[in-house]
C-alpha cells in the first residue's frame, strides 16, 4: 500500500505577471519583511524569496545558465566519449 503525499493534494497556486511584480515591488523598494508581504498575500515566503531573488539577477544571467548547462552536458558527453576510447 503506498502513503499518499499530502502535499500532492493541495493545489498549486497559479500566479500572474503583475501579481509577482507587486510581490517583489513590495520587498525591494518599500522594503517590507518578505515574510509580512507573503503573510499579506496568503502565498509562500520561500515562493516570493525566490522571485525576489530572480528578479535581482543581472537580466542576461538567465541566458548564460543555460549556455553553461548546455556546456556541461557537451562536456559530460565527450568525457564519456573519451573514456570508451580509452578502453579500446
Known amino acids: 500500500m503506498e502513503a499518499e503525499n499530502p502535499a500532492s493534494k493541495r493545489p498549486r497556486n497559479k ?10 515591488r513590495r520587498v525591494s523598494q518599500d522594503g517590507q519583511a518578505a515574510t509580512r508581504v507573503a503573510q499579506t498575500l496568503g502565498m509562500s515566503e520561500a515562493l516570493l524569496g ?30 564519456m566519449k573519451r573514456d570508451i576510447l580509452k578502453k579500446r
Open 15 to 24: 500566479y500572474d505577471a503583475a501579481f509577482r511584480v507587486e510581490a517583489v
Open 50 to 79: 525566490r522571485w525576489v531573488r530572480a528578479a535581482s539577477r543581472p537580466a542576461g544571467s538567465e541566458a548564460l545558465e543555460q549556455e553553461n548547462k548546455h556546456l556541461r552536458a557537451q562536456l559530460t558527453r565527450a568525457e
